[in-house]
């Protein structure tokens, strides 16, 4: 449910609003929008939706009181009509800038983090990338440095001035990892894990919440509103490939979800073509079409010899290939930033601007 103040609403008119949700045992959230103060009401709302109507119409300030029709409340552009922006040292994401994430699957050496950070920084991304937990789905399988790999992001972003990201497996990991990275992430295999999703509401840094590979957007969305809902408005989504009955890539880019995503919701939309596909020559058309449509940027695996890497190799980009995907990115993101952002008709517009040579 949203109550829209009135423009002439006083503080303290806003004030009793806020003690009349939280004497009804709701939570409220505020949103400036739009020269109008928007309050939200989170919590379980649907046994007593009238009684909450009429008490709330009726307050002094209020202008209008309407149901958020969507389940995901704090996430919905409803509540929230202006894209959220996130801003982390000098990266800017969902600002209509190019986004670039890149680095190795896993920080597997001293010497391959810092290698391709400077490779990756001169190349153009805009954040390094680099696994140190590593969700692994076979238990022989390389896990990772740990708190050793976190140290040696922290360096590579001394040297080169990139911010760092990197993924956060469990609630006991979320201290170690919010000390050293600018944003954690959460992966796929994580998304729906409340726990952990309550854990990062809990910080101050900026999250990305990577797509369950069996989730629908409206789970997705759901799992946004946890860390939302716990803390945490600087969330952004990650599209990177989702399980069909296809078998001859990885998984499956679904890229309808940038545009939808954008129509649903405020936040910044990422789209990771290295996991989607599984395989390095499809990264680069898979990278252009999620930004062609729409996707605020991209995250891809780069490292200095992908076949000696200890995880991802066949999807990794070599330090070439990143410079030639850049080379490509680069033009088609300043067509598509030049077309109106209207959320809800930038698939069509955009589709229509995409150059017929790609
Ligand atoms: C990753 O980006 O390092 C990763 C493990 O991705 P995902 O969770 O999407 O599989
Ligand atoms: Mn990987």
Redesign the pocket.
Known sequence: MIIVMSATATAEEINSVKSAILAEGLQPHENPAQGHVVIALVGEVSTRRQHLESRFSALPGVESVTPITRPFKLASREFHPDDTIVEVGPAVIGDGSLTVMAGP??VESREVALETAQAVAAGGATIL?G?AF??RTSPYAFQGLGVEALRYLAEARELTGLPVIT?VMEPSQVEVVNRYADIL??????MQNYSLLTAVGRVAKPVML??G?GATIEEWLMAAEYIISSGNPNVIL?E??IRTFETSTRNTMDLTAVPLLHHLTHLPVIV?P??ATGKRWLVKPLAMAGVAIGADGV?V?VHPRPDEAL??GEQSLTFEGFGDLMASLRPLHRQVAALPRDPVLSAAAMAAAIPTEH
Do not use: A
């Open positions: 699957c896993s990338r696994g590593k969700p993924e992430q959460i992966g796929t295999r994580n990577k797509r590979y990650c990177r490939g990771d290295s996991h995250m695996e995880s991802d």
